[in-house]
């Protein structure tokens, strides 16, 4: 069946053929349950001495907003939210032909237990192209910038000869945020369809290159994804807020921002059906994201006349998310920025290019988004930079031993938390609760230590039962941050610009001023929300 690829059909003037493909996520999350139960799973490898095989001449990074890993059907989701195969064959789409992000994963090296450094986006992304925490490059929130003596991950790539670009949909990741630094250029789109707008720009950047013998390159797409407000427009004929929910569905809940920060702001209390019908929203974005992401694995592919040259096997590409989503499985909290705990931090990483990649397929060991950094520079035999705190993977990759690691993680430079194989345990020295818009409750214990293997969502503080795990963890939360080595500190300073953005994506609320403070009946205008701020 011909598919109407209208951004295509502009670039190329007709629409493409059609290629194979089948579903490969049950098999993914069979892999992933035995990793997830803490069984070490090795598959056939050839690799021996050194690194074999072929290696990638291009980078293609690729990151999704706001993706928890547990809502993808290559991390064991029972929803077909990431398997277009799947989604065709319920019966929810025609189309099975491309690689989906569960087809990539299973042709790849995915890493079941990844975490981000923050839920919020500017510090984790900072973290992936610094290989810092968030309290060492100073990105600890949305409105900082990366400031200009962190190197960076572009920078490197530039350095070498790679021509860099990068296309995002997140205003935050934008030029004048430090983000850009080492990139030839970075273009941030702004409308409606942003993230299809990033799949076609990047498009013709493609192909307006030699691809044939021009210079290597490092290439970086960020889709907002399932950022909130869930509210998936159709795409190709499929409709997406209809893709998991219940057609039966007779309530009012809904997946807008006005309604679920309302909601959580005012403890309003939500049935069973209300949440499900709102997560199922959710994972309609998170399958919507994964069609465009199959789109531009087309392109890179040369499937099309738009882009005949198949580059993709050429390409190191790498998959991951900034940070994850609550969705209402703590409290009445909805999106992320104030959690320390899996649901939020738990993210996806993948590493896809089977001509050198011949290890393990699913690997339990517990990595970080700052890792990203070392992986990639070593990989291409380029220096790291000194004081990163990341390591490369390439061992593990490569199926060789490597030392166990936790992962860290903060709420800006107030709340700390570490995550082992076995346990969570959240560390709050000042007794302070996250601050961040929407406001609502979300308490946060001075001492917290949960099970995960018994308590995957963390929900059952067992501290007192296990006080001596409790001390060992905070010691070495205490270690970690006392060897830090902050290049940079968060000045506290917001240009209008950010101001402007923070707004638009719900982490800033105007505060009405308060007469009786400023002496005035006359808005005070410094509170003044900016022209063109109101809520997306």
């Not at 007709?14 to 290629?19: A, F």
């Not at 290597?216 to 889709?223: A, E, G, K, S």
């Not at 795409?235 to 209809?242: F, K, Q, S, T, V």
Request: with cysteine; glycine share 8%; charged share 25%.
């Amino acid at each position: 069946m011909p598919r109407m690829l209208s951004w295509v059909t502009k670039l190329a003037g007709k629409p493409s053929g059609e290629s194979p493909g089948a579903s490969t996520s049950g098999r993914v999350r069979r892999l992933i349950g035995l990793v997830s139960g803490g069984a070490v799973l090795y598959l056939a490898s050839c690799s021996g001495s050194g690194r074999e095989g072929v290696p990638p001449r291009h980078v293609v990074l690729i990151t999704v907003d706001t993706l928890s890993a547990s809502r993808m059907s290559s991390w064991g989701h029972s929803r077909a939210t990431t398997d277009l195969a799947g989604v065709a064959a319920a019966g929810l789409s025609t189309d099975s032909g491309r690689r989906s992000l569960d087809q990539l994963a299973n042709e790849g090296v995915l890493f079941a237990r990844a975490f981000a450094p923050r839920g919020m986006t500017f510090p984790s992304m900072a973290t992936v192209f610094t290989g810092r925490p968030p309290m060492e490059h100073g990105s600890i929130d949305n409105g900082n910038t990366l400031c200009d003596s962190v190197p960076t991950l572009a920078a490197s790539f530039s350095q070498a000869g790679f021509d860099t670009a990068a296309f995002t949909a997140n205003p935050l990741l934008a030029n004048r945020s430090g983000i850009e630094r080492g990139f030839d250029s970075l273009d941030t789109s702004y409308g409606s369809e942003r993230d299809l707008e990033v799949v076609t720009k990047a498009t013709a950047w493609l192909r307006a290159r030699d691809l044939g013998s021009g210079a290597p390159f490092f290439l970086w797409l960020h889709l907002m994804g399932p950022h909130m407000p869930y509210e998936p427009e159709p795409l190709e004929g499929i409709d997406y807020r209809l893709l998991f929910t219940n057609p039966n569905y007779a309530g009012t809940a809904n997946g807008s921002r006005e309604f679920l920060d309302d909601a959580y702001r005012n403890a309003v209390s939500l049935s069973r059906t209300d949440i499900e019908h709102v997560r199922a929203l959710y994972d309609g974005e998170v399958a919507r994201a994964d069609h465009l992401i199959s789109l531009f694995v087309e392109v890179l592919s040369g499937e099309l006349s738009a882009q005949p040259v198949n580059v993709l096997d050429d390409c190191l590409l790498i998959f991951a998310a900034d940070h994850g989503e609550e969705l209402h499985q703590r409290g009445d909290y909805w999106a992320h920025s104030k959690s320390l705990y899996d649901t939020v931090l738990h993210v996806p990483l993948f590493f896809r290019h089977p001509e050198s990649l011949t290890a393990r397929r699913v690997m339990g060991e517990i990595v970080e988004l700052q890792d990203l950094m070392p992986t990639l520079l070593d990989w291409f035999e380029l220096p790291i930079p000194s004081g990163v705190r990341g390591r490369s993977l390439l061992p593990l990759l490569d199926d060789r031993p490597i030392e166990p690691r936790a992962a860290f993680a903060v709420w800006q430079d107030q709340i700390f938390s570490i995550r082992t194989e076995d346990w969570r345990y959240v560390w709050n020295p000042d007794r302070v609760e996250p601050t961040d818009p929407p406001a609502g409750a979300y308490p946060i214990a001075e001492r917290a230590l949960y099970n995960v293997r018994m308590d995957p969502f963390q929900l059952r503080d067992v501290l007192d039962q296990h006080p001596e795990i409790g001390a060992q963890l905070e010691e070495r939360l205490r270690t970690w941050v006392s060897k830090l080595n902050p290049i940079c500190t968060a000045n506290g300073e917001i240009s209008p610009e950010r101001r402007r953005e923070l707004e638009k994506l719900g982490y800033f609320e105007v505060q009405e001023p308060d007469p009786r403070e400023s002496g005035s009946d006359e808005p005070n205008p410094s509170s003044t929300p900016p022209e063109g701020a109101a809520g997306e």
